[in-house]
């Protein structure tokens, strides 16, 4: 159950073996995901770290920052190793206020993958997910028929989607081969929830069955972010009798509730990076996971 590596894109001609461990690089921007890192060494060392221990999948985005973790990436890894799967987002933006808006026009998902190819010095990128983002005007089918326009060009090798419903997922699968899906997923918060500003941030509840009827891993965001103020007396309860952490109890929890969820814990703290790690070696008992439930 508790596998130690994930293929991706397993049926295409291009497969991808990673580490069922990756890393998220969106807290290594500044306060509100803006501006540079406020430890830049830091957050060097931390990617580093990432090849050192294996880590081989490492998701950004361009409007991290904007464009801060793609630069440290380039800055830290280039030229990077043969196994490295850097995993970008396209469809959103930040604007002056710091606020997120879709970004997700063909021409927009054309200038922002543009960026990414110039900004991680890459002639092609591994995988994109396409992020569905709140307020949009767009089709869905025509963003997604603009990504897959662009894997056809050879920018992108891999395509995968973000924040979807099962329908958009299922749409999306019609369309062209979807490589994985990355939507919030944690002990805590396993659903799709509505957020103050009215967006949708889509969970992964409802599309775990299907990614795994079809093979394609599930990268969970915001999982430590959800789960961790909550303070679940269960998570505290299994922590004690390891002698881990409740951070690394949440990821032993989704490295066993299915072998095709793919965790990216995100931090700018080198220290709990090595602890997040650890998770990878907790093994989780059937009678841990049933009272988990």
């Not at 801060?68 to 959103?92: F, M, Q, S």
């Amino acid at each position: 159950m508790n596998t130690q590596e994930i293929t991706i894109a397993g049926e295409s001609k291009h497969p991808l073996k990673v580490k069922r461990f990756g890393y998220g690089t969106m807290r290594l921007t500044g306060p509100g995901i803006w501006g540079e890192p406020a430890n830049r060494p830091e957050a060097l060392q931390i990617l580093k770290q990432c090849i050192q221990n294996g880590v081989n999948f490492i998701d950004t985005a361009d409007y991290y920052g904007e464009d801060v973790t793609n630069r440290l990436i380039a800055e830290a890894l280039y030229p990077y190793p043969a196994d490295l799967v850097i995993c970008t987002k396209v469809g959103g933006a930040r604007k002056p206020d710091k606020s997120w808006v879709p970004f997700n026009r063909p021409e927009n998902l054309r200038s922002s993958i543009e960026n990414n190819l110039r900004t991680l010095k890459a002639e092609q990128i591994t995988l994109v997910h396409f992020r569905v983002l709140a307020g949009s005007d767009v089709p869905f089918e025509e963003s997604m028929q603009a990504m897959f326009d662009m894997q056809q060009e050879g920018k992108i090798l891999h395509v995968g989607v973000s924040n979807v419903s099962a329908d958009e997922l299922q749409a999306a699968m019609t369309m062209g081969n979807i490589a994985t899906v990355e939507n919030m997923y944690g002990h805590a918060q396993r659903s799709s929830i509505t957020l103050v500003h009215g967006g949708e941030t889509r969970g992964g509840e409802e599309v775990l069955a299907i990614c795994e009827q079809h093979q394609i891993p599930l990268v969970p965001y915001f999982s430590l972010f959800q789960s961790l103020p909550k303070m679940d007396d269960r998570i505290s309860t299994i922590a004690k009798k390891y002698n881990v952490t409740d951070a690394q109890v949440n990821l032993a929890w989704l490295l066993h509730r299915s072998p095709w969820i793919l965790p990216i814990p995100g931090t700018s703290s080198l220290k709990h990076f090595e602890e997040n790690l650890k998770a990878t070696e907790i093994k989780l008992s059937e009678e841990d996971m049933k009272f988990l439930e």
